[in-house]
């Protein structure tokens, strides 16, 4: 499930799933950039992990082969293993991901890249 806001999406992938880029990642990006107008560079990426999922480690490359960049990642984690994840996350994404245990602190943060565009 996604819910997409000005400047930043939140997503809630279901329980067990195995996340890879043909099934999942490419068909919402696809709908994010399609509703949003925009190629990824104006988002933030907010991923709250309230369920446990795998994500196929090497699809990362694909996405930054495609050229999906992104303003911000974050992931919202209740658990060891949802934080474990990100090291690994990180070394398939250019920027340092956030790491939060609130939603709010994670929204936040999203707001903040628009407050300083907007001062800027």
Request: glycine share 8%; aromatic share 18%.
């Amino acid at each position: 499930m996604f819910f997409i806001f000005e400047g930043y999406v939140i997503s809630e992938i279901k329980e067990g799933i195995s996340f890879s880029w043909e099934t999942h990642a490419h068909p919402i990006i696809k709908d994010v950039i399609d509703y949003t107008k925009c190629d990824g560079s104006d988002l933030v990426y907010l991923s709250h992990r309230i369920y446990s999922y795998s994500v196929v480690p090497t699809d990362w490359l694909k996405l930054f082969r495609n050229s999906f960049d992104l303003k911000g990642y974050g992931i919202i984690g209740y658990t060891g293993v949802s934080f474990v994840n990100t090291v690994i996350e990180n070394l398939f994404f250019k920027k340092k991901i956030r790491r939060f245990t609130t939603v709010d602190a994670a929204v936040q943060w999203a707001k903040s890249f628009n407050l300083v565009e907007a001062g800027g």
